[in-house]
């Protein structure tokens, strides 16, 4: 996945009240931070030391730098001293920017044998850090507070976590989503208001007809087939099965031709996530699969049926997790014995191979839905650990993000007639209680699943992009 190589500015606040040889102790300080933070090996992207706030003009002109710089994707401020918050009222308010507060000490430790005033003067996080959170309290800013000493490693990874949705934040707003066909007919779920998502998640939504997508796929050459046929099968394990050699790879080439104009449209037009429709596919001789599963494993947004939502969803986070184990996702069966109690997530073909626990096969199965000829897809079984499992609803209101958080593992035996990826997962709170609680509050049978974020970045990230959000704990 192609993201900037965002950075973060570092200020701290104080005032001219100290002196001038005070100040540039704060400022060292702040800057001795700043690469200690850098050097750690913590953070995913770069901090950069701005300097030492002291006034209110200052702050101003900082604050809109970093909204004018395409390149910051947001603000780190700390208060080494005692900062009059007033003066940072302008400025915060004019951020655009996710804002990230690190509440800490230069010191770990309180110098018991040689404290003194000007020790008290210096170091005035303690009352600094609350006089400047009231401030943006009162503005009621969505910013991140990260309590504790900065170089303890669980305030790293805090700030570490935050970088990451504070980019995918940024990213929203570059999220171009195209719709192959509309969502399925007579589905609620699904819809959406898509002016609200450019409104609120920054999403551009569109739709293109699929004979312009046949276009596409038509005019990929063999040549460029061969190489992605090679490429496929120096990455997972090639089953003929039950298939004559002829009609297997004629699916497989097949897969791989609409993977190629599919991912040729959306680069050249600037899309970062697509969907399609199993009743819309006029001109092509299979549903999306492979295709499908090697496009999200590239990185880009997918939902089935139409679901832009999903597709939007899954490349946002996709972009936050670093394309990591996060997939498109569907509540498919479930297993209501006691002591079993599961969901078992799945799809007709496209389940997101990021999330696989062993080496993925390409299978060619006939597939019921949509008419046309026998796909491949790639079969694998998902993986064990905790996840979390998000949806996004539309209700009169507004946006809402569903969640909670789900013990993942694997299936107690093999699916033969069942030939798609899956993926076991059981609610943390129960399936009975989790399951009343996603269905009470509209939550829809589209996730995208996530083995690499957190509950808290969930919460961050929309906080952000001020959409409510209701998870399930």
Not at 138 to 163: C, M, P, S, T
Not at 397 to 409: E, L, M, T
Request: with cysteine.
């Amino acid at each position: 996945m192609d993201i900037k190589n965002y950075e973060f500015w570092f200020v701290t606040g104080s005032q001219f009240l100290y002196g001038e040889e005070q100040l540039k102790s704060v400022a060292a300080d702040a800057e001795d931070i700043v690469n200690k933070l850098n050097e750690s090996g913590k953070l995913p992207y770069k901090v950069v030391f701005k300097g030492v706030m002291t006034t209110a003009e200052g702050i101003t002109k900082f604050m809109k730098e970093a909204n004018y710089n395409d390149n910051v994707a947001g603000v780190m401020t700390w208060m080494h001293t005692f900062s009059p918050a007033k003066n940072w009222i302008r400025g915060t308010k004019l951020l655009q920017k996710p804002l990230l507060h690190l509440a800490t000490q230069y010191l770990n430790k309180i110098p018991y044998d040689t404290i003194d005033f000007d020790y008290m003067n210096l170091n005035q996080s303690a009352h600094g850090d609350r006089e400047y959170a009231y401030i943006n309290a009162r503005l009621q800013k969505h910013n991140k507070i990260v309590y504790g000493f900065w170089g303890d490693e669980e305030v790293q990874e805090e700030i570490a976590d935050w970088q990451n949705v504070a980019v995918a934040y940024n990213e929203s707003f570059n999220i171009k989503i195209v719709r192959f066909g509309d969502t399925m007919r007579n589905v609620a779920v699904t819809e959406g208001d898509k002016v609200e998502a450019q409104m609120f998640l920054g999403w551009t939504v569109d739709y293109w007809p699929v004979s312009d997508l046949v276009e596409y796929v038509n005019g990929i050459s063999e040549e460029e087939i061969d190489a992605a046929y090679k490429d496929l099968a120096s990455r997972y394990e090639m089953v003929q099965g039950d298939n004559t050699k002829e009609h297997y790879e004629h699916s497989v080439r097949y897969q791989l031709r609409e993977y190629l104009g599919l991912k040729k449209f959306m680069d050249e037009k600037g899309y970062t996530g697509f969907t399609t429709n199993f009743e819309d596919l006029h001109g092509l001789e299979e549903l999306p699969g492979l295709a499908a599963q090697l496009l999200m494993r590239d990185g880009y947004g997918f939902g089935a049926e139409g679901d832009w939502k999903s597709a939007g969803m899954d490349r946002l986070l996709k972009i936050a997790a670093d394309n990591v184990a996060t997939a498109f996702m569907e509540d498919y069966t479930l297993d209501l014995r006691p002591g079993h109690q599961a969901i078992l997530g799945s799809h007709m073909l496209e389940v997101d191979p990021t999330i696989a626990s062993d080496k993925p096969r390409v299978e060619v199965h006939p597939l019921d839905i949509g008419g046309k000829d026998d796909p491949a897809r790639l079969v694998f079984t998902g993986r064990e650990g905790k996840a979390v499992d998000v949806t996004l609803s539309y209700f009169n209101d507004g946006y809402k993000v569903i969640g909670y958080s789900v013990d993942c593992h694997k299936p107690e035996a093999e699916t033969p007639h069942l030939p798609v990826a899956k993926q076991l997962w059981t609610p943390t709170v129960g399936l009975k209680e989790g399951a009343e609680r996603w269905m009470h509050a509209g939550g829809g049978h589209h996730t995208i699943l996530s083995f690499s974020l957190k509950p808290q970045q969930i919460k961050d990230l929309f906080g952000m992009l001020d959409v409510k959000v209701d998870f399930i704990e």
